[in-house]
């Protein structure tokens, strides 16, 4: 079978996690039948369309792995074409110029809200002769429409779903100053690009109906239809930004990993047996579109946390702390140089046991790099009291003495130590976390000492016991 998606964005802000699952779904969809996954930018709002929103777009959808094939398409671009069909859909009788002048327009549409009842265009000049059109007005062109029977959709998703032409009126395919609109140009834009299966939101279901009339008009074969169900928040109500943050940009530079969202995208409405987590291979292989249902789903940030931990867990260590330097390097407002960067991945083994997040997980790298003498965080400070400071000096000769450092020689080691001094393990390993990081929490305490290595950390306790102590 022969496939060809496409995504088409509007460039007017960056990339919504919603239109990051349509555009997953249709690459996914492509990718499976080995066919055609096409990007278009709809930016035929000037006002609003910015190269910032398209470089954002572009940049979102290479940092989720979702690629393109051929050129983007810039819908504006088109426009020529987009009148060039309207002008051949006027000669075949399917559409027709209308003068209604804007402030008739106006009045047809409150005397509607007047009336409590639905505005659609009346028709006024869809069989009235041109010669009788007013002075000085320019028309519009709109589609002439069925005003019978129904257009049918056969909705991969939604089935099957039959809309009264009734209900559709008259649409307008160029306005009056000669620019398309968006029900033509997508139509236009879709034929053109051999586009083979439009996946998108349900809530452009009726557009489907108005796109269909379009192709009829034309003579033009439509493509099939998938009209997801939208994304709600955790409240079920439609995602929106009083749920938090909506945008893909926000979950990258928090340190959520491609990978991750990608599979929390791809359980938002589509399921494989009772299988959670999915890999890029895998989704490809088992993607279809029988398989995805027609409710809404819930986008959970806590699940997404749930799936960034366990990518985090199993992503190879040097890649992963490739991935958290630039965090790292945020935090310490300086560059990681490549003694730092080889320290980090070294220390990826305990620190990504506790993140959820590369921002966490740079987070708990700090002590690593921090410069010496340490900053003592308050919490920290009060553990470092006189006694604390004396069995901290009373420990540095043991410590000195050891042959072997690494994380059972130091916990035998301070052990040995507390049962001699009759106190429990954590009077001694509290004080060390807090020389040895400045703060009352990190990876575990051996850990800690192991990666910092014997002369950092000798050298972390001589600054706190000899500033106790001058």
Excluded at 26 to 45: M, P, Q, V
Excluded at 95 to 107: F, G, I, K, P, V
Excluded at 400 to 419: G, H, K, M, Q
Aim: net charge negative; aromatic share 8%; hydrophobic share 40%.
């Amino acid at each position: 079978m022969n496939v060809v998606t496409r995504f088409a964005p509007s460039p007017t802000g960056t990339l919504h996690i919603g239109g990051a699952r349509t555009a997953l779904f249709n690459w996914l969809y492509a990718r499976h039948w080995h066919g055609t996954f096409r990007l278009r930018i709809e930016d035929t709002d000037r006002k609003r369309s910015t190269q910032e929103s398209v470089e954002a777009i572009f940049d979102a959808l290479d940092w989720l792995g979702i690629d393109w094939n051929g050129e983007p398409v810039f819908q504006f671009a088109r426009s020529a074409r987009h009148q060039e069909v309207a002008r051949t859909l006027l000669e075949s009788g399917h559409a027709y110029r209308c003068y209604m002048t804007s402030e008739e327009l106006q009045h047809s549409r409150k005397r509607a809200r007047d009336e409590g009842r639905i505005w659609r265009y009346d028709g006024t000049w869809r069989d009235r002769d041109a010669c009788n059109a007013p002075q000085g007005v320019a028309p519009a062109i709109r589609l002439k429409a069925p005003r019978e029977g129904y257009t049918v959709i056969d909705d991969h998703v939604q089935g099957h779903v039959a809309i009264a032409n009734a209900e559709l009126d008259d649409m307008v395919l160029l306005r009056a100053d000669g620019t398309p609109t968006y029900m033509l140009s997508v139509v236009v834009d879709d034929h053109d690009m051999g586009v083979t299966h439009v996946i998108r939101g349900d809530e452009h279901l009726v557009n489907a109906a108005r796109q269909s009339q379009i192709y009829q008009a034309l003579g033009w074969t439509a493509p099939g239809f998938a009209h997801i169900p939208l994304i709600h928040g955790a409240d079920g109500t439609r995602l929106s930004k009083r749920h938090g943050a909506t945008g893909v940009e926000h979950y990258r530079e928090e340190g959520y990993l491609a990978d991750a969202l990608v599979n929390h995208l791809l359980r938002l409405g589509w399921s494989h047996g009772d299988e959670e987590v999915i890999s890029r291979e895998n989704a490809v292989q088992w993607f279809d579109l029988p398989a995805i249902g027609k409710s809404p789903a819930r986008f959970d940030p806590e699940r997404l946390s749930t799936f960034n931990r366990l990518y985090i867990r199993n992503t190879d260590d040097t890649t992963l702390a490739c991935l958290t330097t630039s965090h790292v390097a945020s935090r310490l407002a300086r560059k990681v140089d490549d003694e730092e960067a080889a320290l980090l991945v070294k220390a990826m083994p305990v620190l990504k046991e506790r993140s959820k997040t590369l921002a966490e997980l740079a987070q708990n790298s700090l002590f690593l790099f921090h410069a010496r003498p340490l900053v003592i965080e308050p919490k920290a400070a009060k553990v470092l009291d006189g006694d604390a400071l004396l069995r901290l000096a009373d420990l540095v000769p043991r410590l000195n003495r050891l042959e072997a450092w690494d994380e059972t020689s130091l916990e035998l080691c301070v052990r040995a130590f507390s049962e001699e001094c009759l106190i429990s393990l954590g009077k001694v390993a509290q004080p060390l976390r807090a020389a040895l990081t400045g703060s009352t929490v990190s990876p575990p305490i051996f850990d800690v000492m192991a990666l910092l290595g014997r002369d950092e950390c000798l050298a972390r306790i001589k600054d706190i016991t000899q500033a106790a102590c001058p």
